[in-house]
């Protein structure tokens, strides 16, 4: 999305050529064309105000913004992680691939900075690698400052999830697309990754609406890193958007009027990670359950990004693909999902209002810390989970969906059902008001919150279990 320089950066265009014709899956996906247009992908980040010399604390936020935030003990309590790792499960022996264009000139001493304001240690193994091609030299521009931000919400926060795992960031060189880069250099990016067998877990924190690709075999075309993937046994995470049901067309302003979702969350090869709401006190502790994730009516919390009253599209996405038919793993809520393939699958914390307090030094904005938010953030906290998973089952798990489901539908003690809450956003465009009507939280899966979000310390052994 685009928004005040204090909100997430879009960044710019991904052209991709039109081909004809697609299958997904062994099933016949849409053959319809989509306009030829260029291709839009952004980091799903966003920046919930302006910088602080230390890192906020809840009550400071609450007082000074009327809107939460946390930091990492309390996002560790929150999940129930401490008894995790008093019992050695802290991602000991796991690689956390975390894929970024560009990524951050200053992650490695910001890592340095937040491991000790906290007092979490450094991860074993901390690499940058460029394998589809050097990045440019750093430049302080929005583009730039928004993925170097989106970079170090990324890692930071993997870390605090799984602070025993090793970290692999891997940059590409650019974020557009002129028909030789962008979406096809994170590909091969992340084939070299999976051939090279160097991480178990890939984080994905950025998406682009399916109907801005020009035609259905033009994103197909751009799965290979996926389909490599579930051969050599490796998750893929993606996040699910901040613009609930709605998302943004091809120039990265305007908003779609009706439902839509992105890719490559919505890839059947991919757990598409949604947003929810914590509600905690200073420690960590839950004061109530959690919510879907959807600010887009809170008005303090507007007022605190946009500088405005609001409504403005600020909720975790979800919904039905146009591209993908339902996978037979979402079988069991086909009364939710049809024909078509549902995300997200998972949810975990994004909310602004309850932000994560990320330190940046980069160049371009003054140095500190900034409360930040949306599946950004959610998506590498569930891939620390997903390393503590694969060190308690000894291997890698692979595309854990199916086992997701099947836990969700035998009533897995470690996913915890949300039940409260919707994705419904409401804007102003071209002078006129508008609402998507999104998707409500019920129980078992819904479209707003997946199958819901997890106990860290009975869902891991589940899920390294049930993915066998």
Request: glycine fraction near 10%; proline fraction near 8%; hydrophobic fraction near 40%.
């Amino acid at each position: 999305m685009r928004v005040p320089r204090f909100a997430a950066v879009v960044t710019g265009p991904l052209l991709i050529v039109a081909v004809a014709g697609a299958t997904v899956g062994g099933a016949s996906a849409a053959t319809s064309t989509i306009t030829p247009m260029a291709v839009l992908i952004h980091p799903d980040q966003i920046y919930a105000g302006t910088v602080n010399a230390g890192p906020p604390t809840t009550a400071h936020c609450e007082a000074a913004f009327h809107v939460a935030c946390y930091q990492p003990a309390q996002i560790q309590q929150a999940y129930n992680l401490p008894t995790l790792f008093s019992n050695g499960i802290t991602g000991e022996g796991e690689t956390i691939a975390i894929v970024d264009s560009y990524g951050s000139p200053t992650i490695g001493h910001d890592l340095n900075v937040f491991d000790k304001t906290f007092g979490l240690p450094a991860p074993p193994s901390f690499t940058v690698i460029q394998p589809a091609g050097p990045v440019p030299p750093y430049v302080a521009n929005s583009n730039r400052e928004g993925w170097a931000g989106e970079t170090n919400l990324d890692v930071e926060y993997a870390h605090t999830v799984a602070p025993g795992a090793n970290i692999l960031l891997v940059e590409t060189p650019t974020s557009e697309d002129e028909g030789t880069t962008g979406f096809p250099q994170i590909v091969e990016a992340e084939q070299y990754v999976i051939d090279h067998k160097l991480g178990d877990v890939i984080s994905q924190s950025f998406s682009a609406t399916e109907q801005t690709f020009p035609s259905v075999q033009a994103l197909l075309a751009l799965r290979t890193a996926y389909i490599d993937a579930d051969q050599h046994h490796v998750t893929v995470l993606a996040a699910s958007g901040d613009s609930g049901a709605a998302d943004v067309r091809f120039q990265g302003v305007d908003y779609y009027d009706h439902p839509v979702t992105s890719w490559p969350d919505s890839d059947p090869l991919v757990t598409g990670v949604g947003g929810t709401q914590l509600h905690l006190d200073a420690n960590g502790n839950r004061t109530a359950p959690d919510n879907v994730w959807n600010d887009t009516y809170n008005v303090p919390t507007n007022q605190f990004i946009f500088g405005n009253a609001g409504p403005n599209p600020l909720a975790g996405g979800g919904g039905l693909s146009i591209i993908f038919p339902r996978p037979s793993y979402q079988d069991s809520v086909k009364a939710v999902v049809g024909d078509q393939r549902g995300v997200p699958d998972i949810s975990m914390s994004a909310a602004c209002n309850g932000a994560v307090d990320a330190y940046q030094s980069f160049p371009g904005q003054p140095v500190g810390w900034y409360p930040v938010c949306g599946t950004s953030e959610a998506t590498p906290l569930f891939a620390g989970i997903v390393a503590l998973a694969d060190q308690q089952a000894g291997h890698r798990l692979g595309l854990i969906n199916p086992a997701l489901y099947s836990m969700s539908a035998s009533g897995a003690p470690g996913i915890v059902d949300v039940t409260t809450g919707d994705n419904t956003v409401s804007f102003s465009q071209n002078g006129s008001e508008h609402t998507v009507t999104g998707f409500s939280a019920q129980p078992g899966y819904d479209l707003a919150s997946g199958v819901g979000t997890v106990d860290a310390s009975t869902f891991v052994p589940e899920l390294a279990e049930a993915a066998q």
